[in-house]
């Protein structure tokens, strides 16, 4: 195995001052999600969450987002998983996306809640069929014997709800409220470009952090 410590990059694709960033978070925020879309990053949607369980450790994973609007910044996902356990416990979150390619990190924080039941729908609605019959399927975060398992919850979901399965009632979106950002460009000599945005009572107010 190499030696971690030895390994090395030079940041040099990109810079981030506050003139880019004039018209706040979110559009620049989609700016920057339609050029790494533009530029085929792989999985432009891909983000990090972050959570805290009751016991006061945090947990992270990868979802999609499916999204991104005034409201909020949207995901689904089962409900009864680790993930919904800790939100239901603390309904806080962070995000995080990583476009690699293009040396740009966005990390944003804030108060979550559930979609409705109608956006729920919606969306799962437009899933293709065997992801709707897999949210059937799969007991999200829970311990099973086999992939065996999945496979025959799967096959009998199939027969249970046929061609156009229901949305299960354990099933569903989430949408953070962002109350804070922070976008990262990497530059060279690890002098890097951080803006952060706080979201207080008179709007967005904006900084430039140290890197």
């Given at each position: 195995?190499?030696?971690?410590?030895?390994?090395?990059?030079?940041?040099?694709?990109?810079?981030?001052?506050?003139?880019?960033?004039?018209?706040?978070?979110?559009?620049?925020?989609?700016?920057?999600?339609?050029?790494?879309?533009?530029?085929?990053?792989?999985?432009?949607?891909?983000?990090?969450?972050?959570?805290?369980?009751?016991?006061?450790?945090?947990?992270?994973?990868?979802?999609?987002?499916?999204?991104?609007d005034g409201r909020g910044f949207v995901w689904f996902?089962?409900?009864?998983?680790?993930?919904?356990?800790?939100?239901?416990?603390?309904?806080?979150?962070?995000?995080?996306?990583?476009?690699?390619?293009?040396?740009?990190?966005?990390?944003?924080?804030?108060?979550?809640?559930?979609?409705?039941?109608?956006?729920?729908?919606?969306?799962?609605?437009?899933?293709?069929?065997?992801?709707?019959?897999?949210?059937?399927?799969?007991?999200?975060?829970?311990?099973?014997?086999?992939?065996?398992?999945?496979?025959?919850?799967?096959?009998?979901?199939?027969?249970?709800?046929?061609?156009?399965?229901?949305?299960?009632?354990?099933?569903?979106?989430?949408?953070?409220?962002?109350?804070?950002?922070?976008f990262w460009q990497g530059r060279r000599s690890r002098?890097?470009?951080?803006?952060?945005?706080?979201?207080?009572?008179?709007?967005?107010?904006?900084?430039?952090?140290?890197?």
């Open positions: 195995m190499s030696k971690l410590s030895d390994f090395r990059k030079s940041y040099e694709l990109g810079e981030l001052d506050e003139a880019e960033a004039a018209d706040g978070p979110l559009a620049l925020f989609n700016r920057w999600m339609e050029e790494a879309i533009a530029h085929d990053v792989s999985e432009p949607t891909a983000m990090t969450l972050a959570t805290v369980g009751a016991d006061d450790r945090p947990s992270t994973r990868v979802v999609l987002l499916k999204g991104c996902t089962n409900y009864e998983s680790r993930k919904g356990e800790e939100l239901a416990h603390r309904p806080f979150a962070a995000l995080q996306f990583h476009w690699v390619e293009m040396e740009r990190v966005v990390r944003i924080e804030g108060r979550v809640e559930k979609t409705s039941a109608q956006e729920s729908d919606d969306y799962f609605k437009s899933r293709p069929l065997d992801s709707r019959l897999g949210a059937w399927a799969s007991p999200q975060s829970r311990v099973i014997s086999s992939r065996g398992v999945l496979v025959a919850n799967a096959a009998k979901a199939a027969v249970q709800h046929g061609l156009n399965p229901e949305r299960p009632p354990h099933w569903g979106g989430y949408r953070l409220l962002p109350d804070r950002f922070e002098l890097h470009d951080r803006l952060r945005f706080t979201l207080g009572d008179d709007g967005w107010a904006r900084d430039r952090l140290a890197p």
